[in-house]
């Protein structure tokens, strides 16, 4: 993305009228928006790079140009042909409040489409614990060549640790093993407890291998954790818990929460309406790869962690940590698609709220 005087200038879409419409929207002309909008300009048109009405309405640095272009159906998460959205315009143009009411627009749109989605979904992350997965190095990487889980992430892993088990003898749940990373640096802050689940055959058979069956405290739940409930349940409270599993969605994150972290006030956990997270003191966290390859939708699903939490009863701050040289292509050979190309790695810290 470059500094774009062309947004006014050298627009090409399907007719003029719609050229003329994207440019109405890089000048903030809401007037004349509507008008061509009357005139039957598509809002679904877009010049030669691949530029919304969205983007351009962004770049202008007008709210209410961003709202007129949503309200007319664009999608908040449209990307141009650069796989750009029109947060990164909106950045690019210092127009925080243009950024903002685009992560408003994000939560507003994608929480509606949890409601209409929700018992719609097959077994979650199906397909990747049916096939084999391979240890190559400093990677973990499916069938179909993404990455699991890489080392990269030590550093943010021994964070991760650090938070829910601050000291030793703390009862702590790992639920996703994968190259154990975490659980690693767990042991080497000793808990009293420490509860690991994983799903994948391929994964728990590497476990044994290296002799995680005998390490202090430990206990191995094999299977997914929708299956694994009761159990889990019966090992609890934890005074820190962290979740990071592979081939699943926000849908089955939120589901966790539900089930977790789950007040008698609201829905009522497996463990008979007590949470699993003890309190107070515990702390909750997870890797936070949503929306890792866009800034765009990782801030709007922060944004819904935090809304989604809190009525669970948990408070969810964010500690910013530096990623910029994971930006890296070489890091990223052989691996299908990139799930983490920000610069900054948001770590949540959930807490009960006094």
């Not at 719609?18 to 010049?47: H, M, V």
């Not at 397909?127 to 997965?133: C, F, G, V």
């Not at 190559?136 to 943010?156: F, H, K, T």
Request: aromatic fraction near 10%; glycine fraction near 10%.
């Amino acid at each position: 993305m470059t500094e774009d005087s062309s947004c006014s200038n050298s627009s090409k879409s399907e007719t003029p009228l719609e050229a003329e419409l994207l440019n109405a929207c890089f000048k903030g002309d809401n007037d004349r928006i509507k008008s061509l909008l009357r005139q039957d300009a598509t809002i679904w048109c877009t010049d030669e790079t691949g530029r919304t009405p969205l983007h351009f309405a962004a770049a202008s640095g007008s709210v209410s140009t961003v709202r007129a272009v949503l309200e007319a159906g664009i999608p908040w998460n449209s990307l141009d042909v650069g796989g750009y959205t029109a947060g990164d315009y909106a950045e690019q143009g210092d127009h925080s409040d243009v950024y903002n009411e685009l992560v408003d627009a994000g939560v507003r749109a994608e929480m509606v489409l949890s409601l209409v989605n929700s018992g719609k979904r097959a077994v979650p992350n199906e397909d990747y614990l049916s096939n084999p997965i391979e240890y190559s190095g400093d990677r973990l990487i499916d069938a179909q060549r993404n990455g699991v889980m890489m080392e990269w992430e030590e550093p943010l892993m021994r964070e991760h640790a650090k938070l829910i088990c601050p000291e030793p003898g703390r009862a702590v749940l790992n639920v996703g093993f994968g190259m154990g990373i975490i659980d690693e640096a767990l042991q080497e802050l000793k808990p009293r407890r420490h509860v690991i689940v994983e799903a994948h055959p391929d994964v728990h058979k590497h476990m044994l291998s290296q002799g995680w069956d005998k390490k202090p405290g430990v206990t191995i739940v094999f299977g997914r954790w929708q299956d694994k409930l009761d159990e889990i349940c019966r090992l609890g409270p934890f005074d820190g818990i962290f979740f990071d599993t592979f081939g699943e969605f926000y849908q089955d994150l939120a589901e966790f929460h539900r089930a977790i972290l789950s007040t008698p006030s609201k829905s009522p956990s497996p463990a008979g309406g007590e949470p699993i997270l003890a309190r107070p003191g515990g702390v909750y966290s997870f890797f936070n790869g949503l929306g890792g390859d866009h800034k765009l939708f990782h801030d709007v699903y922060c944004r819904i962690v935090t809304l989604e939490l809190g009525r669970l009863g948990l408070d969810v701050d964010y500690t910013p940590i530096v990623t910029d040289s994971v930006i890296n292509p070489e890091l990223w050979k052989g691996i299908k698609r990139p799930y983490w190309m920000l610069k900054q790695y948001n770590l949540p810290i959930c807490t009960w709220r006094t």
